[in-house]
C-alpha cells in the first residue's frame, strides 16, 4: 500500500496460483484508489506450464444479494459468448441479476455478453459499482451463485439459496 499525492491510494497484489502438472499463474493487480471512491485497476496474468485453455481471464467479485439489478451496453438481452454472439445485438440493457440466469436444466456457468462497454450492478437504496474497460471491450456475466455452486448440482430446482451477487468481469472467455 502505498500514499499518492494525487489523492488516492494504490494497493498492490501479487499472487501466484498453482494448479495440476505443473501449470501456474502469476497475476499481479493494481489498485488506485481515489477519494470520490473510483478505482483504477491494472492486471496483469502471466501463465507458464502446459498451455491448456483457460475458461475465461478476468476478476470475479461476489457482492452483497442487495445488488440485485444489473445494466449494461452490450450484446443482450441473451447470453452470449465469442463464438455465438451475432444474433445478438448491442444495446443499453437492464433487468435483475436473478433474471440473467439461463434456465439450462442443468445448471452451469452461464449468463456472459460479449463486447459490453459499461456494466452496473446496483439494488434499492444502493449505490451503483459501476465497470468500465479502459480502451477495449470487456465480457460480463452477473448471477445470483459462482460456477462452483452450481457445477456439483444435478438441476437448476436443486440450487442452494444466492448467497450474493456473482459479477465477472473479463478481458477474454472461451466460446461455447
Known amino acids: 500500500v502505498a500514499e499518492k499525492r494525487e489523492g488516492g491510494v494504490r494497493v ?32 496483469a496474468v502471466s501463465p507458464s506450464g502446459p498451455r491448456i485453455p483457460l475458461a475465461r481471464i478476468g476478476v470475479r467479485m461476489i457482492l452483497d444479494a442487495k445488488f440485485d439489478r444489473f445494466a449494461y451496453l452490450g450484446r443482450g438481452p441473451m447470453e452470449n459468448y465469442p463464438d455465438r454472439k451475432t444474433g445478438s445485438d448491442v444495446g443499453l440493457y437492464r433487468s435483475t441479476v436473478r433474471q440473467q440466469v439461463t434456465p439450462y436444466a442443468k445448471p452451469m456457468e452461464n449468463g456472459n455478453h460479449e463486447d459490453v462497454r459499461w456494466a452496473a450492478v446496483y439494488g434499492t437504496d444502493r449505490p451503483a459499482l459501476v465497470a468500465k474497460a479502459n480502451g477495449g471491450l470487456l465480457s460480463v456475466s452477473a448471477l445470483p451463485w459462482t460456477d462452483e455452486q452450481m457445477t456439483p448440482v444435478e438441476y437448476s430446482i436443486d ?14 472467455t472461451l466460446g461455447v
Open 12 to 43: 498492490e497484489s501479487i499472487v501466484r496460483l498453482t494448479g495440476k502438472r505443473g501449470f501456474t499463474v502469476m497475476h499481479s493487480a493494481g489498485y488506485f484508489i481515489t477519494g470520490d471512491g473510483t478505482i483504477f485497476v491494472d492486471n
Open 159 to 172: 440450487l442452494p439459496p444466492s448467497p450474493g451477487t456473482v459479477l465477472c468481469l473479463s478481458a477474454k
